[in-house]
Protein backbone atom coordinates (compact mmCIF):
# COMPACT_ATOMS: atom_id res chain seq x y z
CA UNK A 1 0.00 0.00 0.00
CA UNK A 2 1.55 3.46 -1.07
CA UNK A 3 -0.02 6.89 -0.61
CA UNK A 4 1.15 10.67 -1.20
CA UNK A 5 -0.26 13.58 0.31
CA UNK A 6 -2.29 16.22 -1.72
CA UNK A 7 -3.79 19.02 -1.14
CA UNK A 8 -7.62 17.81 -0.60
CA UNK A 9 -6.35 16.05 3.24
CA UNK A 10 -5.87 19.77 4.76
CA UNK A 11 -9.71 19.41 4.64
CA UNK A 12 -9.93 16.25 6.14
CA UNK A 13 -7.31 17.18 8.79
CA UNK A 14 -9.75 20.40 9.54
CA UNK A 15 -13.18 18.16 9.31
CA UNK A 16 -11.71 15.84 11.35
CA UNK A 17 -10.75 18.16 14.26
CA UNK A 18 -14.06 19.98 14.19
CA UNK A 19 -15.72 16.01 14.42
CA UNK A 20 -13.27 14.85 17.22
CA UNK A 21 -14.02 18.24 19.29
CA UNK A 22 -17.83 17.34 19.02
CA UNK A 23 -17.60 13.63 19.78
CA UNK A 24 -15.46 14.27 22.62
CA UNK A 25 -17.71 17.46 23.59
CA UNK A 26 -21.09 14.73 22.76
CA UNK A 27 -19.55 11.67 24.82
CA UNK A 28 -19.24 14.35 27.87
CA UNK A 29 -23.04 15.15 27.88
CA UNK A 30 -24.07 11.89 26.41
CA UNK A 31 -26.61 11.25 28.96
CA UNK A 32 -28.70 14.19 27.23
CA UNK A 33 -31.23 13.11 25.30
CA UNK A 34 -30.61 12.16 21.51
CA UNK A 35 -26.71 12.01 22.78
CA UNK A 36 -26.40 8.30 21.82
CA UNK A 37 -27.58 8.01 18.10
CA UNK A 38 -25.61 11.63 17.72
CA UNK A 39 -22.48 10.42 19.15
CA UNK A 40 -22.93 7.03 16.76
CA UNK A 41 -23.72 9.76 13.55
CA UNK A 42 -20.48 11.65 14.89
CA UNK A 43 -17.87 8.23 15.03
CA UNK A 44 -19.34 7.12 11.59
CA UNK A 45 -18.95 10.58 9.98
CA UNK A 46 -15.19 10.37 11.10
CA UNK A 47 -14.58 6.73 9.90
CA UNK A 48 -16.16 7.88 6.44
CA UNK A 49 -13.86 11.04 6.13
CA UNK A 50 -11.05 8.82 7.42
CA UNK A 51 -11.65 6.37 4.89
CA UNK A 52 -11.95 9.14 2.19
CA UNK A 53 -8.86 10.54 3.03
CA UNK A 54 -6.77 7.58 2.57
CA UNK A 55 -8.66 6.80 -0.52
CA UNK A 56 -7.87 9.83 -2.06
CA UNK A 57 -3.92 9.43 -0.34
CA UNK A 58 -3.78 5.65 -2.10
CA UNK A 59 -1.92 5.56 -5.05
CA UNK A 60 -2.85 1.47 -6.37
CA UNK A 61 -6.08 0.85 -7.46
CA UNK A 62 -6.98 -2.25 -5.09
CA UNK A 63 -5.72 -0.32 -1.81
CA UNK A 64 -8.26 2.69 -3.73
CA UNK A 65 -11.09 0.19 -3.56
CA UNK A 66 -10.29 -0.92 -0.25
CA UNK A 67 -11.15 2.15 1.37
CA UNK A 68 -13.80 2.85 -0.81
CA UNK A 69 -15.25 -0.46 0.38
CA UNK A 70 -14.55 0.66 4.24
CA UNK A 71 -16.66 3.90 3.81
CA UNK A 72 -19.57 2.02 2.94
CA UNK A 73 -20.05 1.20 6.41
CA UNK A 74 -20.49 4.57 7.69
CA UNK A 75 -22.32 5.88 4.45
CA UNK A 76 -24.97 2.83 5.03
CA UNK A 77 -25.55 3.52 8.77
CA UNK A 78 -25.37 7.44 9.21
CA UNK A 79 -28.99 8.09 7.67
CA UNK A 80 -30.28 5.17 10.44
CA UNK A 81 -28.34 7.01 12.94
CA UNK A 82 -29.82 9.89 13.08
CA UNK A 83 -32.92 8.50 11.68
CA UNK A 84 -33.30 7.47 15.15
CA UNK A 85 -31.62 10.16 17.02
CA UNK A 86 -34.60 11.82 15.55
CA UNK A 87 -37.07 9.50 16.60
CA UNK A 88 -35.42 9.66 20.69
CA UNK A 89 -35.29 13.31 20.73
CA UNK A 90 -38.85 13.88 19.43
CA UNK A 91 -40.10 11.38 21.96
CA UNK A 92 -41.95 9.06 18.73
CA UNK A 93 -41.96 5.96 20.68
CA UNK A 94 -43.92 4.20 18.89
CA UNK A 95 -42.04 4.46 15.27
CA UNK A 96 -38.61 3.72 17.63
CA UNK A 97 -40.16 0.51 18.81
CA UNK A 98 -41.22 -0.66 15.37
CA UNK A 99 -39.37 -4.11 15.03
CA UNK A 100 -39.94 -4.62 11.64
CA UNK A 101 -38.90 -1.31 10.79
CA UNK A 102 -35.80 -1.94 12.74
CA UNK A 103 -35.54 -5.15 10.92
CA UNK A 104 -35.23 -3.26 7.37
CA UNK A 105 -33.28 -1.01 8.61
CA UNK A 106 -30.17 -3.00 10.21
CA UNK A 107 -30.37 -5.70 7.23
CA UNK A 108 -30.48 -3.06 4.21
CA UNK A 109 -26.44 -1.57 5.15
CA UNK A 110 -25.63 -5.02 5.98
CA UNK A 111 -27.00 -6.71 2.66
CA UNK A 112 -25.18 -3.15 0.68
CA UNK A 113 -22.04 -3.99 2.43
CA UNK A 114 -22.03 -7.62 1.96
CA UNK A 115 -22.60 -6.55 -2.06
CA UNK A 116 -19.74 -4.02 -1.76
CA UNK A 117 -17.06 -6.11 -0.52
CA UNK A 118 -17.97 -8.96 -2.96
CA UNK A 119 -18.59 -6.85 -6.11
CA UNK A 120 -16.06 -8.54 -8.00
CA UNK A 121 -17.93 -11.93 -8.39
CA UNK A 122 -21.36 -10.40 -9.79
CA UNK A 123 -21.15 -6.50 -10.03
CA UNK A 124 -24.32 -5.48 -8.63
CA UNK A 125 -22.80 -2.24 -7.08
CA UNK A 126 -19.46 -0.68 -9.51
CA UNK A 127 -18.75 -2.06 -13.08
CA UNK A 128 -16.17 -1.35 -15.34
CA UNK A 129 -13.42 -0.36 -12.77
CA UNK A 130 -10.05 1.32 -13.42
CA UNK A 131 -7.60 4.20 -12.32
CA UNK A 132 -8.54 7.48 -13.79
CA UNK A 133 -5.57 9.92 -14.03
CA UNK A 134 -7.03 12.75 -15.12
CA UNK A 135 -7.23 14.55 -11.98
CA UNK A 136 -5.04 15.75 -10.07
CA UNK A 137 -4.58 12.69 -8.29
CA UNK A 138 -5.73 9.42 -9.15
CA UNK A 139 -9.09 8.06 -8.68
CA UNK A 140 -11.27 5.16 -9.22
CA UNK A 141 -13.35 5.69 -12.43
CA UNK A 142 -16.38 3.16 -12.53
CA UNK A 143 -20.09 3.00 -13.63
CA UNK A 144 -22.35 2.18 -10.96
CA UNK A 145 -24.43 -0.85 -10.82
CA UNK A 146 -27.98 -1.25 -9.92
CA UNK A 147 -27.65 -1.89 -6.65
CA UNK A 148 -26.17 1.70 -5.54
CA UNK A 149 -28.63 3.64 -7.36
CA UNK A 150 -31.33 1.36 -5.38
CA UNK A 151 -29.20 2.01 -2.33
CA UNK A 152 -28.99 5.79 -3.21
CA UNK A 153 -32.86 5.88 -3.12
CA UNK A 154 -33.21 4.20 -0.30
CA UNK A 155 -30.45 6.13 1.71
CA UNK A 156 -31.98 9.44 0.32
CA UNK A 157 -35.41 8.58 1.45
CA UNK A 158 -34.92 7.78 4.73
CA UNK A 159 -32.77 11.32 4.88
CA UNK A 160 -35.57 13.15 3.89
CA UNK A 161 -38.06 11.02 6.15
CA UNK A 162 -35.86 12.26 9.19
CA UNK A 163 -36.32 16.08 8.28
CA UNK A 164 -39.94 15.57 7.96
CA UNK A 165 -39.98 14.51 11.67
CA UNK A 166 -37.37 17.11 12.78
CA UNK A 167 -39.87 19.75 11.31
CA UNK A 168 -42.86 18.55 12.60
CA UNK A 169 -40.74 18.07 16.09
CA UNK A 170 -40.13 22.11 15.82
CA UNK A 171 -43.66 22.73 15.52
CA UNK A 172 -44.74 20.66 18.71
CA UNK A 173 -41.69 21.36 21.06
CA UNK A 174 -41.56 24.31 23.40
CA UNK A 175 -38.86 27.05 22.84
CA UNK A 176 -36.28 25.37 25.35
CA UNK A 177 -35.94 22.45 22.91
CA UNK A 178 -36.56 24.38 19.43
CA UNK A 179 -33.28 25.38 18.67
CA UNK A 180 -31.53 22.17 19.51
CA UNK A 181 -34.02 20.26 16.90
CA UNK A 182 -33.06 23.21 14.47
CA UNK A 183 -29.19 22.47 15.06
CA UNK A 184 -29.96 18.75 14.37
CA UNK A 185 -32.12 19.83 11.32
CA UNK A 186 -29.15 22.02 9.72
CA UNK A 187 -25.97 19.32 11.11
CA UNK A 188 -28.26 16.90 9.21
CA UNK A 189 -27.48 18.53 6.11
CA UNK A 190 -23.96 17.41 7.17
CA UNK A 191 -24.13 14.07 5.12
CA UNK A 192 -24.95 15.11 2.02
CA UNK A 193 -22.12 17.76 2.73
CA UNK A 194 -20.01 14.99 2.63
CA UNK A 195 -21.43 13.44 -0.10
CA UNK A 196 -20.77 16.69 -2.17
CA UNK A 197 -17.25 16.44 -0.72
CA UNK A 198 -16.54 12.97 -1.15
CA UNK A 199 -17.92 12.61 -4.07
CA UNK A 200 -19.35 9.24 -4.23
CA UNK A 201 -16.85 6.54 -2.50
CA UNK A 202 -15.09 4.06 -5.43
Not at 8 to 23: A, K, P
Not at 24 to 44: D, E, H, K, S
Not at 117 to 127: A, C, F, M
Not at 152 to 174: C, D, F, M, P, Q
Request: with cysteine; glycine share 4%.
Amino acid sequence: MKYQFIPYLWISLFTTYILITLIIYTWRNRTVLGARFFLLTLILAQIWITGQALEMAALDLSTKIFWANIEYVPIALISVTYYYLALEFTRRESWFNSRWVSSILIAIPIAVNILVWTNDIHGLVRQNIYLDFSGSFPTIGKTYGPVFWAFAVYNYSIAIVTLIILANGYREKISLYRKQISFFFFSHYFCPLLRIYCKSPG
